[in-house]
């Protein structure tokens, strides 16, 4: 009698703590979920709708004020890439991003690693060299301007010492993407610096000693030692500015407005001429997606095959 009345206690007691895990599951749920709905509502304000809605767009004609009017399916992405004016922009940015990736990372590796002396006074050299991080796009582009003058700039002046004629750093269409991607490389070179010496400096000195004490040269030491240990940051970089090299705007729309020739015409900046100057948002969608998809296949890519060489300890 006691065993039967003892086991309907047990199972309420079983039951009411499984409730009780129940409840304070759910609730722990939603004060996590509580925490995460500020940052949720931002990305979905900001990121997702923007993204449906482009995707929306781009199968479908829009009048001037961005209303549908006729869908038309893949008609946007198959005439995109019947249009010259397009395959141009794809060029000039696959062009784009091979001129400024591998400059900006060379560039600030040089400069982390001249700054990562342990000299009197490096302190000041760290600074001019991080400097173009506070300087915005347009007034870097106004510096560049003057530079690039086709008359009194002072690059033409240093091709006349050398017996030059005058350069149209910004005029001329074999000139105009390179001079645009000199530019950038300055104005990225401070943010790419500041990381690379971050990993320079986290580098344990202890293997600096050791290949000391065998011999091995300053040259020997940077190849086995440095770009090794390094590898974990130059991944993030060469990741980082291959995405801000294909989102590049500012500077093309201060320089050159994606001319001479559209040889500067960027995909950024021709999704931005088609849908805020033609008004062709269906068009200007379209792009955006094949932008989106092109960023996306390339990260996805880099961390497929790159992340391998990657030494993380």
């Known amino acids: 009698m006691e065993s039967q009345e ?10 009411n703590f499984q409730r ?9 749920s939603l004060i996590g979920f509580s925490f995460l709905l500020p940052s949720i509502l931002l990305f979905g304000i900001f990121i ?3 993204l449906i809605k482009t995707i929306y767009l781009s199968f479908y004609l829009t009048n001037p004020a961005g209303e ?8 946007n992405y198959t005439r995109l890439f019947q249009s010259p004016l397009f395959l141009q922009s794809l060029k000039s940015t696959g062009l784009f991003v ?21 000299l009197k006074g490096i302190g000041i050299f760290r600074t001019l060299f991080s400097s173009t991080m506070g300087i915005s796009v347009a007034a870097s582009s106004v510096f560049w301007i003057f530079l690039f003058n086709p008359t009194n700039g002072y690059l033409n002046k240093i091709v006349h010492l050398f017996g030059g004629t005058d350069i149209g750093w910004l005029t001329d269409p074999k000139w105009a993407l390179i001079s645009v991607a000199v530019s950038t490389i300055w104005m990225n070179s401070g943010f790419t610096f500041l990381i690379i010496l971050g990993g320079l400096q986290s580098i344990d000195t202890q293997l ?29 970089i060469f ?3 291959i995405i801000n090299a294909f989102q590049t705007f500012g500077q093309i729309d201060m320089l050159t407005k994606g001319g001479p020739s559209n040889e500067t015409n960027l995909l950024v900046y021709s999704i931005y001429r088609e849908a805020f100057v033609n008004y ?14 092109l960023i996306l296949v390339i990260t996805a890519c880099q961390f497929k095959f790159n992340e391998r060489k990657v030494h993380y300890q």
């Open 6 to 15: 003892i086991a309907p206690l047990y199972f309420e007691q079983v039951e």
């Open 20 to 28: 009780y895990k129940k409840i304070k599951r759910i609730k722990n």
């Open 48 to 50: 997702f709708y923007p």
């Open 68 to 75: 549908t009017t006729l869908f038309v399916g893949i008609e």
């Open 98 to 118: 091979l001129y400024t990736v591998p400059g900006t990372i060379l560039f600030g590796f040089i400069l982390a690693i001249l700054a990562n002396e342990k």
């Open 208 to 236: 600096y000693e050791s290949a000391n004490v065998e011999g091995a040269g300053y040259f020997y030491q940077l190849r086995r030692i440095t770009v090794p240990m390094l590898s974990p940051t130059l991944f993030f």
């Open 239 to 241: 990741t980082v500015s």
């Open 280 to 293: 062709q948002y269906g068009s200007g969608s379209a792009q955006a997606v094949i932008l989106f998809i």
